[in-house]
């Protein structure tokens, strides 16, 4: 029974690169929900999507940054244009319902 | 939208005594409330959750204590061990109203030999 399964662990980019993230949710979450958690700091809400539909982007960037939940396949977080700030852990949850949510291993993301 | 403070950042304790970490929150709409555990450079890890209509929930060594008229909740580590140092993070939601959660600012908790 995998658990949240998120590529790659580690993404080194240049400035205005593309940075693209995924991850698969455990096996039967319909839930999706991506985090970012910078140095030494909480973790902040970016984005909540289901199957096909965005529900609630309100922690994402207006500029930049997108994510999708296609029908088959993994969540995507793209970073468009990259700059130093991005740098981060990006982690990725999965749910059923209303019920916990369960984190993957991360990506860490390194601007250079 | 919802603020969720944590106290203390850090906390260090003897083996073997007890921790307390303690959150507030402000969206009286708030109705679900786990705690994460996460080790350096290691995934947040549930380790116990709460909703409001339970004012006390246990688990062997883990407690979690929640007082809605407060909005407070505070986690209670008893018999530290070693391998109970990490990062101990709070959170809330509405759950029903887009699940998201909403993270305390994290305690760093050490436990002495």
């Known amino acids: 029974n995998a658990g949240v399964m998120q590529n790659p662990r580690h993404l080194v980019r240049r400035r205005g690169q593309e940075a693209r993230l995924r991850c698969s949710p455990m096996?039967?979450?319909?839930?999706v929900y991506w985090y970012r958690q910078l140095p030494e700091e909480g973790l902040k809400f970016m984005v909540y999507?289901?199957?096909?539909?965005?529900?609630?982007e309100s922690g994402m960037p207006k500029e930049r940054f997108s994510a999708e939940f296609p029908k088959e396949g993994p969540s995507i977080l793209r970073i468009q244009q990259v700059v130093r700030g991005d740098s981060a852990a990006y982690f990725c949850?999965?749910?059923?319902?209303?019920?916990?949510?369960?984190f993957g291993d991360g990506t860490r993301l390194s601007i250079l | 939208g919802e603020n969720v403070e944590q106290h203390p950042s850090t906390l260090s304790v003897q083996e073997g005594d007890s921790a307390v970490i303690k959150c507030t929150y402000s969206?009286?709409?708030?109705?679900?409330f786990p705690w994460y555990k996460q080790e350096l450079g290691k995934r947040p890890q549930l380790i116990i959750d709460?909703?409001?209509?339970?004012g006390e929930k246990k688990d062997q060594r883990i407690a979690v204590t929640l007082n809605k008229t407060a909005k407070h909740f505070s986690l209670h580590i008893t018999e530290t061990q070693p391998e109970d140092s990490a990062v101990y993070f709070c959170?809330?939601?509405?759950?029903?109203?887009?699940?998201?959660?909403?993270f305390g600012t994290g305690t760093q908790l050490k436990v002495e030999l």
């Open positions: 949850a999965s749910s059923l319902d209303d019920q916990p949510q369960h």
């Open positions: 096996k039967g979450h319909s839930h």
């Open positions: 999507l289901q199957k096909e539909n965005i529900i609630d």
């Open positions: 969206d009286s709409a708030s109705n679900y």
């Open positions: 709460i909703r409001s209509n339970v």
């Open positions: 959170a809330a939601s509405i759950t029903g109203g887009g699940n998201k959660l909403t």
